[in-house]
């Protein structure tokens, strides 16, 4: 019988100085975990809170879908109280994550390599654009710039159009998630050794780690890929189709057994026949012939006939689904990969959920993100043992700003 525990990362302290995607996106993952997150924020807040185009109450939904599950304390970096709150939880902490232009932190009086010195079982994780040395070390970086640095914008688009960026902000994404592995890897280390460790994320070293096969293919060979627009290089049978209602379906045959079954499904089963199409080899080079003859067959039915004869079969298909679909998609659904999030102030946001599932580990709850502040004088109480009269001070000096001040 399973006994479901507590959360994975249940009893871990992580010291948040992240703002935007790329960290936020990490710490939530860690806090889906069970992690203790405490987001640091400067007076004006994370800048996420106010992006465009949509809000609920004073925050963007934005801010909402990366940030759930965390506590909020804004304390002024520019103040020399401020800085002294920050180094105290940062030993208070297991983790600390930071997502500032290099070297900002060592400016700050904030070095990891010192303040391991004090503590060395700390973990501290630095994202960035381009890692903490190098010719780019300095140089500006958004999601846009490292996939197209990184050459995978290169890849992306219509094989007879233009390069674009990735849909999803993947160059944030993967950043991450890498540093998210990372932590939980140094995390492992530490049961072991009792040591923490300085991990260094670069979003461009992420996405170029991500091109995976398509760079090994170009360092074998020394040719230069293009666009893969919606199709594959190597695989004639894998690619996407135009429908009879006008909604795309992507096929995946990549064997003879499911080429020859596609056919049958198509009611072209002539084609099996046809010497230009017998061996993947075949297919793959005479690609320009066969590929017009299936785009008609395609559009002979509806994208849910050909995903039902497909799914009969054995044939791997998928719709191209737009958002509203696949919010509605029943194995989505079935994941709870929809949640909403409830303030208790009758405000409600709903966002992607966690895609982690443990067996034995409980999911926490989940919580609707922090206004800015909304916990400063709980944690300034709870993690560094603060009585009531000394955080007033502090909030009084504006070192720290909490909800309840910020309001009148």
Same mark, same amino acid.
């Given at each position: 019988?399973?006994?479901?525990?507590?959360?994975?990362?249940?009893?871990?302290?992580?010291?948040?100085?992240? $703002?935007?995607?790329?960290?936020?996106?990490?710490?939530?993952?860690l806090?889906?975990? @069970?992690?203790e997150?405490?987001?640091?924020?400067?007076?004006?807040?994370?800048?996420?809170?106010?992006?465009?185009?949509?809000?609920?109450?004073?925050?963007?939904?934005?801010?909402?879908?990366? #940030?759930? #599950?965390?506590?909020? /304390?804004?304390?002024?970096?520019?103040?020399?109280?401020?800085l002294?709150? %920050?180094?105290?939880?940062?030993?208070?902490?297991?983790i600390?994550?930071?997502?500032?232009?290099?070297?900002?932190?060592?400016?700050?009086?904030?070095?990891?390599?010192?303040?391991?010195?004090?503590? *060395?079982?700390l973990?501290?994780?630095?994202?960035?654009?381009? @890692?903490?040395?190098?010719?780019?070390?300095?140089? *500006?970086?958004?999601?846009?710039?490292?996939?197209?640095?990184?050459?995978?914008?290169?890849?992306?688009?219509?094989?007879?159009? &233009?390069?674009?960026?990735?849909?999803?902000?993947?160059?944030?994404?993967? =950043?991450?998630?890498?540093?998210?592995?990372?932590?939980l890897?140094?995390?492992?280390?530490?049961?072991?050794?009792?040591?923490?460790?300085?991990?260094?994320?670069?979003?461009?070293?992420? $996405? &170029?780690?991500?091109?995976?096969?398509?760079?090994?293919?170009?360092?074998?060979?020394?040719? %230069?890929?293009?666009? $893969?627009?919606?199709?594959?290089?190597? /695989?004639?049978?894998?690619?996407?189709?135009?429908t009879?209602?006008?909604?795309?379906?992507? /096929? =995946?045959?990549?064997?003879?057994?499911?080429?020859?079954?596609?056919?049958?499904?198509?009611?072209? =089963?002539e084609?099996?026949?046809?010497?230009?199409?017998?061996?993947?080899?075949?297919?793959?080079? #005479?690609?320009?012939?066969?590929?017009?003859?299936?785009? $008609?067959?395609?559009?002979?039915?509806?994208?849910?006939?050909?995903?039902?004869?497909?799914?009969?079969?054995? &044939? !791997?298909?998928?719709? %191209?689904n737009?958002?509203d679909?696949?919010?509605?998609?029943?194995?989505?659904?079935?994941?709870?990969?929809?949640?909403?999030?409830? #303030?208790?102030? +009758?405000?409600?946001?709903?966002?992607?959920?966690?895609?982690?599932?443990?067996?034995?580990? +409980?999911? !926490?709850e989940?919580r609707?993100?922090?206004?800015?502040?909304?916990d400063?004088?709980?944690?300034?109480?709870?993690?560094? @043992?603060?009585?009531?009269?000394?955080?007033?001070?502090?909030?009084?000096?504006? =070192? %720290?700003?909490?909800?309840?001040?910020?309001?009148?």
């Open positions: 019988m399973t006994t479901v525990d507590e959360p994975a990362l249940s009893g871990v302290r992580v010291l948040d100085l992240t $703002q935007v995607l790329s960290g936020p996106y990490c710490t939530q993952m806090s889906d975990m @069970g992690a997150v405490i987001k640091l924020e400067g007076p004006q807040g994370d800048v996420s809170r106010d992006m465009p185009p949509y809000y609920v109450g004073e925050d963007s939904v934005y801010f909402l879908s990366i #940030n759930r #599950n965390k506590r909020s /304390i804004v304390v002024d970096l520019k103040t020399e109280a401020g002294a709150i %920050v180094r105290k939880l940062t030993l208070a902490s297991d600390v994550i930071e997502n500032f232009r290099p070297g900002v932190c060592e400016r700050l009086g904030l070095s990891p390599d010192a303040l391991r010195a004090e503590k *060395p079982s973990i501290w994780c630095s994202i960035s654009g381009f @890692g903490q040395h190098g010719p780019y070390r300095d140089k *500006p970086a958004y999601d846009i710039i490292v996939q197209a640095l990184s050459g995978g914008m290169s890849l992306t688009g219509a094989r007879d159009g &233009v390069s674009v960026r990735a849909g999803i902000p993947i160059g944030d994404l993967s =950043a991450g998630m890498y540093a998210a592995s990372a932590i890897a140094a995390l492992h280390r530490r049961s072991r050794t009792g040591r923490g460790d300085v991990i260094d994320i670069s979003m461009l070293d992420c $996405q &170029v780690a991500m091109l995976c096969y398509q760079a090994a293919f170009h360092l074998h060979s020394g040719t %230069v890929p293009g666009r $893969q627009g919606r199709e594959h290089d190597g /695989i004639a049978t894998y690619g996407t189709f135009a009879k209602d006008g909604i795309d379906v992507v /096929i =995946a045959a990549v064997t003879d057994r499911m080429w020859a079954t596609l056919c049958d499904i198509l009611g072209c =089963a084609l099996t026949k046809d010497p230009r199409f017998l061996t993947a080899d075949d297919r793959k080079n #005479n690609r320009d012939a066969l590929i017009p003859v299936l785009e $008609q067959c395609f559009l002979r039915r509806p994208a849910d006939e050909w995903m039902t004869l497909c799914d009969q079969n054995g &044939v !791997p298909a998928g719709i %191209v737009t958002l679909r696949v919010m509605i998609d029943p194995q989505v659904r079935h994941r709870g990969m929809i949640i909403e999030l409830d #303030n208790g102030e +009758r405000q409600r946001a709903r966002v992607i959920g966690d895609p982690i599932f443990f067996q034995e580990s +409980r999911r !926490p989940p609707f993100p922090p206004s800015s502040g909304a400063s004088r709980a944690i300034l109480k709870d993690v560094l @043992g603060l009585g009531d009269v000394e955080i007033q001070l502090m909030i009084d000096s504006g =070192a %720290v700003t909490d909800r309840q001040s910020r309001k009148t």
